[in-house]
Nanobody
Framework: QVQLQESGGGSVQAGGSLRLSCAINGNTYRRYCMAWFRQVPEKEREGVAFLDTGGGGTAYGDSVKGRFTISQDLYKTTVYLQINGLKDEETAMYYC??????????????????WGQGTQVTVSS
């Protein structure tokens, strides 16, 4: 069973950068999707970055394009989210998630069935 653990969150001033990490354990799939989502209380969870671990393709939410970068390590045991130019409104809990149904496309949100516990990012002005 896949287990995910996020780290790297923290407090940062607006305009600053963070790198979030998602450690992946127990994965037996050769190819799957990974994604980063974020959520603030009383709002829907928002997908911000998506990665096809087999093909290497990536996709991003419109609000983060050009500032966020999703990547994986050589051994596919960790997925990263590099965040630059943080904005006040991006204070949220950030989660990583995995989806074995890569054939449906990694932006198909319904396939994400394993989630980490989240890491908090707080942006101050």
């Amino acid at each position: 069973q896949v287990q995910l653990q996020e780290s790297g969150g923290g407090s940062v001033q607006a305009g600053g950068s963070l790198r979030l990490s998602c450690a992946i354990n127990g994965n037996t799939y050769r190819r799957y999707c990974m994604a980063w989502f974020r959520q603030v209380p009383e709002k829907e969870r928002e997908g911000v970055a998506f990665l096809d671990t087999g093909g290497g393709g990536t996709a991003y939410g419109d609000s983060v394009k050009g500032r966020f970068t999703i990547s994986q390590d050589l051994y596919k045991t960790t997925v990263y989210l590099q965040i630059n130019g943080l904005k006040d409104e991006e204070t949220a809990m950030y989660y990583c998630a995995s989806n074995p149904e890569w054939v449906r496309g990694c932006r198909s949100l319904g396939g994400y069935n394993r989630w980490g516990q989240g890491t908090q990012v707080t942006v101050s002005s």
